[in-house]
């Protein structure tokens, strides 16, 4: 794909799919709400077919990746204000204590172990998510990996790692025992 | 990364296929500790890989139109025609799909060309005829299954007239509608669905009108 020529929408989910539902699931997992998670992708694709982005994107995995996260997240912050039983506000400066409690609460389901890991993966580089995440989650061989990326195989195991120990961080800060 | 190093990564694997594994000797009780963090965040991303549902269940690939619908045909050799007379190798236009995104290679095109194109999908198809600058209709035919309860379904005037709302709103040409509308139907089927007609149809105008109402917002 070119910078300048955007691609079919079809030819980016196809390529995407399984990290898009794996971030949607795992954002959501931690909340119960996992069974939201193909919605939340088909909501965003389709919105990608509708309209395009409104700057240019040079790396549509980045995107698309952020943009189902922030979709789940989206669902998680609706659901809780529905729980609350209050309405939809277009505009949190009308009430600045539930400003506070919707901050706090957000800060409580994003300490979440689930949405915490794939925080940390929608923030890892491109590169380093890509290969993370076909050599470890899918279990691709290194080398398969490696000829992808202009790299040896030893070197997709240390980024791999380097990752792995990345994605580690916040869960230790947090606390959380396994 | 030397030796150790490589080994201690082995080992995070190992761990992750088996949470139960224990320590050899030759770790420190520190390294362990860290190999089973890493080893959970391993096994956390490889259930999280397993979330997309299977292509031909997934409802966000039937919509997109990258489901193979087994109705269509592919017409092998009008397709050559059809690139021939387009003036592209078969380098060529796979160079033009690749930039639009699609992941194939000249030995796909040709395979298409010469042997089957059973795995082609309307999407694709729809990219095809885009680079070729003709309709997807100049290489494909419809097979008919006369009287399955599907072809029914296909041939009757609900049917026709869904497809029409579908293709106004995605804006393509009819026949690309008809063969997403074909995929969805035939994806409920995958799920083990088995809905009467009536059931089917109220199925299919609901995938149309979530559609136009996307497009409305």
């Known amino acids: 794909m070119t910078d300048t020529t955007p691609p079919d929408v079809g030819a980016l989910y196809l390529r995407y799919r399984k990290i898009l539902h794996a971030v949607a699931f795992g954002v959501l997992q931690g909340a119960g709400r996992q069974n939201d998670a193909e919605d939340v992708v088909n909501d965003v694709m389709l919105t990608l077919q509708e309209s395009s982005p409104k700057t240019t994107v040079t790396n549509w995995e980045a995107y698309l990746v952020i943009a189902v996260k922030n979709r789940a997240r989206d669902v998680l912050k609706s659901a809780r204000v529905r729980h609350a039983g209050g309405p939809l506000l277009e505009h949190d400066e009308e009430d600045p204590a539930r400003d506070l409690a919707e901050e706090a609460a957000e800060r409580i389901d994003s300490q979440r172990e689930g949405a915490l890991l794939w925080d940390a993966l929608a923030d890892l580089d491109s590169r380093t998510r890509q290969i993370v995440w076909r050599h470890k989650a899918l279990g691709e061989s290194s080398s398969s990996v490696a000829k992808d990326f202009g790299i040896n195989a030893s070197r997709v195991r240390q980024i791999s790692l380097e990752a792995l120990d990345v994605l580690r961080e916040p869960l230790m800060k947090k606390g959380v025992q396994r | ?217």
Not at chain 2, 99 to 105: I, K, P, S
Not at chain 2, 147 to 167: D, I, K, M, N
């Open chain 2, 1 to 217: 990364m030397n030796d150790r190093e490589e080994q201690l990564a082995e080992l995070i694997t190992a761990r992750a296929l088996n949470p139960d594994l224990e320590g050899p000797d030759w770790v420190t009780s520190s390294e362990w500790e860290k190999i089973g963090q890493l080893a959970r965040v391993v096994r956390d991303l490889r259930v999280s890989a397993q979330a997309a549902p299977p292509l031909a269940q997934d409802r966000t690939a039937v919509m997109l139109g990258l489901v193979p619908d087994p109705h269509v045909r592919v017409d092998r050799a009008a397709l050559k025609r059809a690139r021939q007379r387009a003036g592209l190798t078969a380098g060529a236009l796979t160079a033009l799909l690749n930039d639009r995104g699609w992941e194939v290679a000249a030995s796909d095109v040709l395979r298409w060309e010469t042997q089957s194109a059973d795995d082609l999908f309307p999407a694709l198809l729809e990219a095809i005829a885009r680079e070729l600058d003709t309709q997807v209709g100049q290489f494909t035919s419809t097979v008919e299954v006369e009287g399955s309860p599907q072809e029914q379904l296909f041939s009757g005037a609900a049917f026709q007239a869904l497809t029409a709302r579908l293709a106004a709103v995605l804006a393509v040409p009819v026949e690309m509608a008809e063969a997403r509308l074909r995929s969805a139907s035939i994806a409920t089927a995958y799920r083990g669905d088995h809905p009467d007609q009536q059931q089917a149809m109220a199925t299919l105008e609901a995938f149309v009108s979530v559609i136009e109402f996307r497009h409305e917002r």
